[in-house]
């Protein structure tokens, strides 16, 4: 039997990080993705400072420029409130393709001595005496077994819904890239939060010229009215001109609930990132991803022999982090009333 101390499923920013830090400390660790690295996300790809913060603190260097799109730097995030407001909350951050850097941080993870396999699907996963027996689907379908398991699958969470036998929560996003122009600074990200213009929120960036346009929804049938509602105020405030759509994004968001809870596992499988519940406002998880997957990381490899102290251990290290979450949540609750059942 090939036992490896950990196997870790998803090679998002979650999944590579704490693969990376395991094997630094020693691990054997398998590090397992459904899809082709470089694999495509529909994200916005905004690092924000503390993103910028953990990248240098968990793997030793800065953001590499070969993951970057224009405008490079990001310079903080707008906030239109659900009375029209405006609220400018400027910070160095950075602007990245998700498939480069998610690649960037699977092949750090690799270089420290993580076994990485791609285009690798977790089927299912049962406990067995003190490890736990990983089906494993690529070109066939075939075994694995570890000590401990971390998900790190994000927002799909197939594995989650088989352990807990629970349907998770969605928001619906849905983005289109276009080429045209509009009177807005490039280097900020903008966020919508009148409830005329989407069910959660709306926003607008730029990636390579391209413009950045989305909606998410809690009822997907209402995608296209809402859409619409957003691109004709855009084109009234800000002078939005479409010259030619480029391509069309749908995606699923974790429906973040009031008091924020947080599943940090079952047995010897672990949850770590977007699957636990660690998912900041606007959809910002990069640095909620990789600051879980570094506690969970850490927990396992300080009680290695005592997988309930584990438990202690990580939530005790993403205190903060948690906390840090529930006040951003309330913070934006603050400012309109689609989110008033975050408020504290």
């Not at 971390?150 to 080429?179: A, M, R, W």
């Not at 809870?261 to 959809?283: H, S």
Request: glycine letters at 8%.
């Amino acid at each position: 039997m090939n036992l490896f101390d950990v196997i870790v499923i998803g090679a998002g920013p979650t999944g590579s990080t704490a693969s990376k830090i395991l094997a630094d400390k020693g691990y054997k660790v398998l590090l397992v993705e459904k899809f082709k690295m470089p694999r495509y996300k529909s994200c916005s790809g905004q690092l924000i400072k503390k993103s910028l913060e953990l990248v240098q603190q968990y793997y030793g260097e800065a953001v590499p420029i070969s993951t970057m799109c224009a405008p490079t730097e990001n310079r903080g995030m707008i906030f239109t409130d659900d009375k029209g407001k405006s609220y400018r909350f400027e910070q160095p951050g950075l602007n990245v393709w998700r498939s480069e850097f998610d690649k960037w941080l699977a092949d750090k993870a690799a270089q420290a001595g993580v076994e990485v396999r791609d285009r690798t699907s977790a089927v299912s996963i049962e406990e067995q005496n003190g490890t736990v027996k990983v089906t494993l689907k690529g070109e066939k379908t075939y075994t694995e077994y570890a000590r401990y398991v971390i998900d790190c699958e994000g927002v799909i969470g197939s594995l989650k819904k088989k352990l807990l036998n629970c349907q998770l929560p969605y928001i619906t996003t849905y983005q289109t890239f276009n080429q045209g122009s509009i009177d807005l600074d490039y280097h900020f990200f903008y966020a919508y939060l009148q409830p005329e213009l989407s069910e959660y929120d709306a926003w607008f960036n730029v990636k390579d010229k391209q413009l950045v346009l989305g909606v998410s929804v809690k009822d997907s049938a209402k995608t296209e009215y809402y859409y619409a509602q957003f691109l004709a105020y855009m084109k009234k405030r800000h002078r939005l001109r479409i010259d030619k759509q480029l391509k069309v994004d749908k995606w699923l968001m974790p429906h973040i609930r009031p008091g924020c809870t947080v599943d940090y596992g079952v047995g010897r499988v672990f949850f770590a990132g977007e699957i636990a519940g660690f998912l900041n406002p606007m959809g910002e998880g990069i640095s909620a991803a990789m600051e879980s997957g570094y506690c969970i990381a850490s927990a396992i490899a300080r009680n290695f022999d005592d997988w309930e102290t584990i438990y202690a251990d990580y939530k005790t290290g993403t205190s903060a982090l948690y906390h840090y979450m529930k006040r951003q949540w309330n913070f934006v609750a603050g400012m309109t009333d689609t989110f008033k059942e975050m408020r504290l």
